[in-house]
């Protein structure tokens, strides 16, 4: 049976091809690291990186969420907002009940807010792009009504300590993002709820024929989704020690951007928390290069639509080749 | 007989309208391969559908093993040895092969976390039964489709099915990889699975099966042992006869030539075909599905590259054309699947009949909606169709008025030719009559029309003159009286008989 035989088992060589194009961001991810090393002195220092990793955290924490709805085919665009309501609640109900209680029940709002979404998208058949664009908007505004329109500020100091733990230069968010990435990629690849993620999206009928629960499993994705954006906003207020009502605004946008830049498929069917990493961490090394560059503001956004299109470009090109 | 595995019996499937089927019953023996023929829409998917559990039948029963059977699902059915190999393939691309043969129903603990190495060990036991070259870890997307086609197959060896049923399992394979699947079902078969295999392909089905069963319009019109049979007296349970309609006419004034094709060819699709049609006349093309009707229209519109042969155009030698250029000489193609090809179904019936002709209706790129509406009228009036008004969504009428608004949007680029492809398929009966009176109108208004049918005797009834169409070449040529039900089986199933022996 000779025509019956994978042609695309070649050598190592062909193998590793194959493997760098299909992670094409952590090739992208080098050259932005050697670049900007070259061109700022203070880039490559155990300071800076130990930064660099915890201001990407934050996307990151967003992004694995994001990237289990992605793969699933469908996007999440309520995670900035949630972020805020988390934050504003683990702070604002500090006062009435104690610190812990006021994170779990912010917690809680989270995975609440995204099982609601993904009820709506998994029961309405509605695209999910609309139910949570609503989301967006909805829990936005309810977030300025619970906060009365203020930042709201910790009393009890102590609460901007939790996170201050370091490993070297790494921080306790740093260390989180990338647990969950890594316990997230484990249930892509070693669970059924994995092997669902993929099949759903990937070919939905056939997913559907074999007996998968689609709806129940997409409802699954949006609680994670936006119990991993609670987390965020919760970190996140700590680190500030303040829930601004605008918090994590337009951070949707920066973590669909993480996600496609790593190279998850906005179609679904495709993608990894591997490729996730790999895109956060690209746009955390271009936010920060960028600035210790001192570049302006509006030259940062350029260079960052210009990236990603142009990684993106680059994803066209090569998987093109691939499908040849 | 013990040796049944499935039996099928009086199962009736009503759809709005449609009748799918009607008290079908039919059994499958362990080590056998059963065929299952009839036309399109003869109800052979519905069928099928209804043994995966895809659809509920309304009346009937299914005894599987000797025990009446309820199939909730397609999974259900697959657990219970009952596999349906799609002709679409049911798989993720992304996913490995592993993955895919036991798609939904991995092992797993009860944490839900995989047991990926018995995952592997099983999927390789089944891909090494078959004989596959490829391994279980390999991503289903980069196989080749015969390879997709063997992963679905792995599900058999996997689920140790009982029963397994092929649905136009050789559409898109070469010949080697026929032989490869001939091969395996061979293999099956010797070990006692029960096979069913759907196909339009006459040959095949003469080589592989033990059995053949005819559907024609959801009833059954016989189960008849292949060895025993031959080509026509499938071809002609199959075709059968069905109600005579009243078929109008065209009176036979011919003028001009409009059309003459010659020796036009296309590698694996037709060769040599020659014909010309008149002004005023009706040419009908006959012939069953796969014999390259719609692919000589669409190639000479344009759609498809010919490899070879000339086209020559009211009297003038012209190169082969794009489908634009068609249009501008004044040819119209009506396409088969109307919902994919023929209309916006999200617009109404004013919007999709000037959609072709957008420069007739617009002045400076700006619509001339009065125009536009005036359009609409004259061919609603003309064609008597159904519908509220102008911006009725085309989604929301029946499937006749829906071609009627397909046929309006071809006449108002006042044509010369039109081609219409499989014109009352799906269609009702008051709606296509009126299709066939439509058809009268235009040839004695001097249009030349080609009509392509698999309905007997809607292309004798409404064709001056009929051309068979069988593998691919034109067998046979009918006019006056000779045009007859008799003549037109033979030349399509002797055909086939030569090219199968």
Known sequence: MSSVTDRRTGSPLHNLLNLLLRNHIWVFLALTVVVFSLASPYFLTINNVGNILTQGAFIGILAIGMTMVMIDGEIDLSVGAILALASALAIGLQDHMGVWPAVFLGLMSGAALGFVNGTLVALSGMHSFIVTLGGLIGI???????????ALMVQDFSYTEIPEIYLGPISLTAILFFVLALFFQWVLSSTRHGRETYAVGDNIEAAHDAGINVKRHKIINFTICGTLAAICGILLSMRLGTAEPNAGK???????????????????????????IGGVLTLAVLRNGLRLLNTPNYVELMVMGGVLVLALALDKLLNHKEDR | MDDVILKVEGITKTFPGVKALDDVSFDIRRGEVHALVGENGAGKSTLMKALAGLHKPDQGQIIYQGAPTEVTGPLDARQKGILLIHQELSLSPELSVAENIYLGAWPTNRFGVLKKRELRRNASAALQALGCGFGPDVRVGTLSVAMQQMVEIARAEAFRANVVIFDEPTASLTDTEK??????????????????????????????????????????????????????????MMIGRTLDAYFVKAKAEFGEEVLRVD?????????????????????????????????????????????????????????????????????????????????????????????????LFSELSIMNRSRELATFEKYRSALSIKTTGPDQAVSQLSGGNQQKFVLAKWLCADPKLIILDEPTRGIDVGSKSAIHELIADLAEQGLAVIVISSEMPEVLGVSHRVLTMSEGAIVAEFEGDDMTEENLIDAVSHHRGEAAA
Not at chain 2, 193 to 199: F, P, Q
């Open chain 1, 140 to 150: 936005r505004g309810l977030v300025f009504v619970y906060s009365g329109e203020n």
């Open chain 2, 179 to 236: 032989e490869q699947l001939f091969h395996t079902i061979r293999g099956l078969k010797a070990r006692g699975v029960g096979i069913v295999y759907i196909s339009h392909k006459m040959d095949e089905i003469f080589d592989i099966t033990d059995r053949i069963t005819v559907l024609r319009d959801g009833k059954v019109q016989g189960t008849v042992e292949t060895a025993a049979t031959d080509l026509n007296q499938v071809t002609r």
């Open chain 2, 263 to 359: 020796g036009l060819s296309k590698q694996g699709l037709f060769r040599d075909v020659s014909f010309s049609v008149r002004e005023g006349e009706v040419l009908g093309l006959y012939g069953l599905v796969g014999a390259g009707r719609s692919e000589v229209v669409e190639t000479v519109f344009g759609v498809r590259k010919a490899d070879g042969g000339k086209i020559t155009w009211k009297g003038g030698e012209i190169d082969l054309p794009t489908p634009r250029q068609s249009i501008d000489m004044g040819m119209a193609l009506v396409p088969e699947s109307r919902k994919e090809q023929g209309l916006v179904l999200m617009m109404g019936g004013r919007e999709n009949t000037s959609l072709p002709h957008l420069r």
């Open chain 1, 250 to 276: 337009i951070w949707e946008l920066w973590t669909i951007i993480a996600v496609v830049l790593g190279g998850t498929r906005l179609q679904g069917g495709f993608g990894s928390m591997w490729m996730t």
